[in-house]
């Protein structure tokens, strides 16, 4: 069998091969002289056909490249992907599912060796070799052959969809093939590509010294300068639209000036880099401290990092780039697509948004939705350059986005974004009335928030108040601790803004898996480390000045409510009030009209479900946050793409566990909401509903949906269909029973979407 350093050295020429036919020359050629065989081809799996495709051999016919193609089950090669199994054959031509093509002149091989290549469950195709004499392929053969598909597949799949998407743009045909990324905002986007900013990425970027400092250091400066100038435009350009989204300008801004990010890369270049290399690797370095977090929130904060070094090095190697003009519906594409690349497109023009990277919770997607733009997120690399010009179709309900689509295929999204709009407009007369059922069952609804930029959407949807207001932005955005002073500012903005409605702020929810710049916290297992709760008790002096600047900030307003999180035990929630009760001392003391404001804890650690009955009298209510519970749960981390497919969010133990939660709290008296994303899912409200969840925070764009589902169906029904899901044993059966729940409501326009290609 080949050294582990072969095999390493294989799998990374591959991954630096910088096409699909290079990729795929590479993996035959490789293959074929370490394993010493007659024949090395690659078939990959035609998902659109349900075919597999012979795509490169060497051994066989190269004219038969691109002809060959066979079913799953028909022929060896179809075996191998049908059954997704090693095949190891000694005499090919004489097994029974042998298929023989003529033009491949593959008589002359007998032995036959195939391995499926699968990337997360999927099929992507099938590695084989063949020789010419008549012999079974020993272990090592087929350990190596095995080893090597799987080492490759994820980076197969990458080029595939960029393959597919430079032949189409080559050719310039229609076609109905497409790209999935992640949900960033709902909607249907129709238009014309045009690159974000720059096509530029940091890979273009070259590691080289500069001939002279000072000069990279007033080209620096001068880069700075013109960003500053860009995000005041912008700032100015979004007075008025949906939301105080110019507040996301002044988060970009905090970036700019940080004296971190700026006296690193003088640094650098002062030791002798151009700017240009100097800003990449300061730039990534940041990121990677908001990408190590756990928190989506703060994972996606690296994605502002990365859009802000993005604007500076255009200007660093694209300074007289030329303005594009906009005539006609565009879609904007880009690595991370800024808010300030947004604000130079006029908002009558901009129909869709589609980034290489980013999530649901970077700014790019809260504008998004503020703005009512579909926008798709984390697709995977794309020609960017070759992209701009073209058509697409940006499916914000899939999470899929289509290039060079067909005539048939663009009429039939034209036809649903149509009856999107007229649905969406048709739910704006349920802004003043409240979330009751046909029972006369009341609900609340509310908005999760963590930037100043996300109040106002919140309202003009008809939030009756913040279920979740994350305090963590201040401490990571600072090069220190902030001070009680400048919390104090920001948590009276956002009371003020929702004055006379409840606002529920979580305290500091760091350490471990969300480290800050001048508090490093490195651990073995930082999921389950030292966070949360935990960490501020140990740090009495930062609660401690947390919790006074919440009480201020509610002086003669009433409407803060304390949530705790991580908590796991009830020493942790009496320490708490310990420091309440010194702070209210210390403020009395001040002249500080202050008083007891309602305090919560998350349940979110599973450890919570079963101390309830002893916490019931110290509380005033609790939150429940279904996505870490869901993932303690499950012991599966949503944000490793290696299992993220395992995290079932109506699991039959995730839903029995949310039952008992409720069911202990009614018990003990306490009010009981839900932050997590379930809030957002109009099938898992009905459920939760039934289980007597009172209040539900989601994002604004929701709102309106879950309402409208609130208010078409009856408690009953909920309560029947709870009773029927705890009988369940899979979130397949509970998921297909509450689809069917939704639509014999008539609540069809909030079922998962059928893709339009298959329809």
Same mark, same amino acid.
Request: a negative charge; glycine letters at 8%.
């Given at each position: 069998?080949?050294?582990?350093?072969?095999?390493?050295?294989?799998?990374?020429?591959?991954?630096?091969?910088?096409?699909?036919?290079?990729?795929?020359?590479?993996?035959?050629?490789?293959?074929?002289?370490?394993?010493?065989? !007659?024949?090395?081809?690659?078939?990959?799996? !035609?998902?659109?056909?349900?075919?597999?495709?012979?795509?490169?051999?060497?051994?066989?016919?190269?004219?038969?490249?691109?002809?060959?193609?066979?079913?799953?089950?028909?022929?060896?090669?179809?075996?191998?992907?049908?059954?997704?199994?090693?095949?190891?054959?000694?005499?090919?031509?004489?097994?029974?599912?042998? %298929?023989?093509?003529?033009?491949?002149?593959?008589?002359?091989?007998?032995?036959?060796?195939?391995?499926?290549?699968? %990337?997360?469950?999927?099929?992507?195709? @099938?590695?084989?070799?063949?020789?010419?004499?008549?012999?079974?392929?020993? !272990?090592?053969?087929?350990?190596?052959?095995?080893?090597?598909?799987? %080492?490759?597949?994820?980076?197969?799949?990458?080029? /595939?969809?960029?393959?597919?998407?430079? +032949?189409?743009?080559?050719?310039?045909?229609?076609?109905?093939?497409?790209?999935?990324?992640?949900?960033?905002?709902?909607?249907?986007?129709?238009?014309?590509?045009?690159?974000?900013?720059?096509?530029?990425?940091?890979?273009?970027?070259?590691?080289?010294?500069?001939?002279?400092?000072?000069? +990279?250091?007033?080209?620096?400066? %001068?880069?700075?300068?013109?960003?500053?100038?860009?995000?005041?435009?912008?700032?100015?350009?979004?007075?008025?639209?949906?939301?105080?989204?110019?507040?996301?300008? !002044?988060?970009?801004?905090?970036?700019?000036?940080?004296?971190?990010?700026?006296?690193?890369?003088?640094?650098?270049?002062?030791?002798?880099?151009? $700017?240009?290399?100097?800003?990449?690797?300061?730039?990534?370095?940041?990121?990677?401290?908001?990408?190590?977090?756990?928190?989506?929130?703060?994972?996606?904060?690296?994605?502002?990092?990365?859009?802000?070094?993005?604007?500076?090095?255009?200007?660093?190697?694209?300074?007289?780039?030329?303005?594009?003009?906009?005539?006609?519906? /565009?879609?904007?594409?880009?690595?991370?697509?800024?808010?300030?690349?947004?604000?130079?497109?006029?908002?009558?023009?901009?129909?869709?948004?589609?980034?290489?990277?980013?999530?649901?919770?970077?700014?790019?997607?809260?504008?998004?939705?503020?703005?009512?733009?579909?926008?798709?997120?984390?697709?995977?690399?794309?020609?960017?350059?070759?992209?701009?010009?073209?058509?697409?179709?940006?499916?914000?309900?899939?999470?899929?986005?289509?290039?060079?689509?067909?005539?048939?295929?663009?009429? +039939?999204?034209?036809?649903? $974004?149509?009856?999107?709009?007229?649905?969406?407009?048709?739910?704006?007369?349920l802004k003043e009335l409240p979330a009751e059922t046909l029972d006369q069952h009341r609900v609340t609804l509310m908005v999760n928030t963590g930037l100043l930029s996300d109040i106002s959407p919140g309202l003009e949807k008809g939030a009756e108040g913040v279920g979740l207001y994350r305090t963590e932005i201040p401490f990571i955005i600072h090069d220190s601790f902030p001070t009680e002073e400048e919390q104090f500012r920001i948590y009276r903005k956002v009371l003020k803004a929702f004055h006379p409605r409840p606002v529920t702020m979580r305290t500091l929810d760091i350490g471990g898996d969300k480290p800050l710049p001048y508090f490093p916290v490195e651990e073995d297992n930082p999921y389950l480390g030292w966070r949360g709760i935990r960490f501020t008790l140990d740090h009495p002096e930062i609660f401690l000045g947390q919790i006074r600047a919440m009480l201020r900030?509610?002086?003669?307003?009433?409407?803060?409510?304390?949530?705790?999180?991580?908590?796991?035990?009830?020493?942790?929630?009496?320490?708490?009030?310990?420091?309440?009760?010194?702070?209210?001392?210390?403020?009395?003391?001040?002249?500080?009209?202050?008083?007891?404001?309602? @305090?919560?804890?998350?349940?979110?650690?599973?450890?919570?479900?079963?101390?309830?009955?002893?916490?019931?009298?110290?509380?005033?209510?609790?939150?429940?946050?279904?996505?870490?519970?869901?993932?303690?749960?499950?012991?599966?981390?949503?944000?490793?793409?290696?299992? $993220? &497919?395992?995290?079932?969010?109506?699991?039959?133990? @995730?839903?029995?566990?949310?039952?008992?939660?409720?069911?202990?709290?009614?018990?003990?008296?306490?009010?009981?909401?839900?932050?997590?994303?379930?809030?957002?899912?109009?099938?898992?409200?009905?459920?939760?509903?039934?289980?007597?969840?009172?209040?539900?925070?989601?994002?604004?764009?929701?709102?309106?949906?879950?309402?409208?589902?609130?208010?078409?169906?009856?408690?009953?029904?909920?309560?029947?269909?709870?009773? &029927?899901?705890?009988?369940?044993?899979?979130?397949?059966?509970?998921?297909?029973?509450?689809?069917?729940?939704?639509?014999?409501?008539?609540?069809?326009?909030?079922?998962?979407?059928?893709?339009?290609?298959?329809?």
């Amino acid at each position: 069998m080949p050294s582990l350093a072969r095999m390493q050295r294989i799998v990374q020429d591959v991954n630096t091969a910088a096409s699909l036919d290079e990729k795929l020359r590479m993996i035959s050629s490789q293959v074929k002289e370490v394993m010493g065989v !007659d024949v090395c081809s690659i078939y990959l799996f !035609d998902t659109d056909q349900s075919e597999l495709v012979l795509m490169h051999t060497l051994g066989l016919d190269a004219s038969c490249v691109g002809t060959i193609r066979m079913p799953l089950g028909d022929g060896l090669v179809g075996m191998v992907g049908e059954q997704q199994q090693l095949l190891n054959i000694e005499d090919a031509p004489k097994h029974p599912q042998f %298929h023989y093509f003529p033009q491949a002149q593959e008589e002359a091989f007998h032995a036959f060796l195939g391995a499926p290549v699968i %990337h997360y469950r999927k099929l992507v195709g @099938v590695l084989v070799v063949q020789q010419q004499a008549t012999r079974r392929f020993d !272990d090592e053969d087929e350990a190596f052959l095995v080893t090597i598909a799987a %080492h490759l597949s994820g980076t197969l799949k990458d080029a /595939i969809n960029s393959g597919k998407i430079a +032949e189409l743009i080559k050719t310039s045909k229609k076609s109905n093939s497409f790209v999935n990324g992640i949900i960033g905002s709902t909607g249907i986007g129709i238009g014309r590509l045009v690159a974000a900013g720059s096509t530029l990425s940091f890979k273009d970027v070259e590691d080289i010294c500069a001939l002279d400092p000072a000069a +990279e250091q007033e080209r620096f400066g %001068h880069a700075v300068k013109l960003v500053h100038e860009e995000l005041d435009k912008g700032h100015e350009q979004m007075a008025g639209t949906p939301g105080d989204v110019q507040a996301i300008f !002044d988060a970009y801004r905090l970036i700019l000036d940080s004296a971190d990010l700026q006296d690193a890369i003088r640094q650098r270049i002062s030791d002798g880099a151009d $700017a240009a290399a100097a800003l990449k690797v300061v730039i990534e370095e940041h990121a990677a401290i908001f990408e190590a977090m756990e928190d989506p929130y703060f994972k996606a904060r690296s994605e502002d990092i990365r859009s802000i070094g993005l604007r500076l090095l255009k200007y660093l190697m694209e300074p007289d780039a030329e303005t594009i003009s906009y005539d006609q519906p /565009i879609v904007l594409v880009g690595n991370v697509v800024g808010v300030s690349d947004i604000a130079e497109v006029p908002r009558d023009k901009l129909v869709g948004i589609i980034c290489q990277q980013g999530s649901a919770l970077s700014h790019t997607a809260i504008l998004a939705s503020a703005l009512g733009i579909p926008a798709v997120m984390g697709v995977g690399e794309l020609p960017l350059r070759r992209l701009t010009g073209k058509s697409a179709i940006v499916d914000g309900y899939q999470g899929r986005v289509h290039f060079q689509p067909s005539s048939a295929l663009r009429a +039939e999204f034209t036809r649903l $974004a149509r009856r999107d709009n007229e649905f969406d407009r048709s739910l704006e007369k349920l802004k003043e009335l409240p979330a009751e059922t046909l029972d006369q069952h009341r609900v609340t609804l509310m908005v999760n928030t963590g930037l100043l930029s996300d109040i106002s959407p919140g309202l003009e949807k008809g939030a009756e108040g913040v279920g979740l207001y994350r305090t963590e932005i201040p401490f990571i955005i600072h090069d220190s601790f902030p001070t009680e002073e400048e919390q104090f500012r920001i948590y009276r903005k956002v009371l003020k803004a929702f004055h006379p409605r409840p606002v529920t702020m979580r305290t500091l929810d760091i350490g471990g898996d969300k480290p800050l710049p001048y508090f490093p916290v490195e651990e073995d297992n930082p999921y389950l480390g030292w966070r949360g709760i935990r960490f501020t008790l140990d740090h009495p002096e930062i609660f401690l000045g947390q919790i006074r600047a919440m009480l201020r900030a509610n002086e003669g307003l009433g409407n803060l409510k304390i949530l705790l999180p991580m908590v796991s035990s009830v020493d942790e929630v009496d320490s708490f009030f310990e420091l309440l009760r010194k702070a209210f001392k210390g403020l009395q003391t001040e002249g500080v009209v202050v008083e007891k404001p309602p @305090v919560g804890i998350m349940v979110e650690v599973p450890s919570t479900l079963f101390l309830l009955d002893y916490m019931a009298w110290r509380l005033d209510f609790i939150s429940i946050g279904t996505n870490d519970l869901t993932q303690y749960l499950l012991a599966v981390d949503r944000n490793n793409q290696s299992v $993220a &497919n395992l995290f079932s969010r109506l699991h039959p133990s @995730v839903v029995r566990a949310l039952n008992y939660v409720t069911e202990q709290a009614y018990k003990h008296g306490l009010e009981v909401s839900l932050c997590g994303e379930l809030a957002a899912d109009p099938a898992a409200v009905l459920l939760l509903m039934g289980m007597g969840v009172k209040s539900f925070s989601m994002n604004a764009h929701s709102l309106p949906r879950i309402k409208h589902v609130v208010r078409s169906v009856t408690h009953e029904q909920s309560i029947g269909l709870v009773e &029927n899901a705890l009988r369940m044993q899979s979130e397949t059966e509970i998921r297909q029973m509450l689809n069917r729940a939704l639509e014999n409501a008539g609540l069809e326009a909030h079922l998962p979407r059928s893709n339009p290609v298959r329809a």
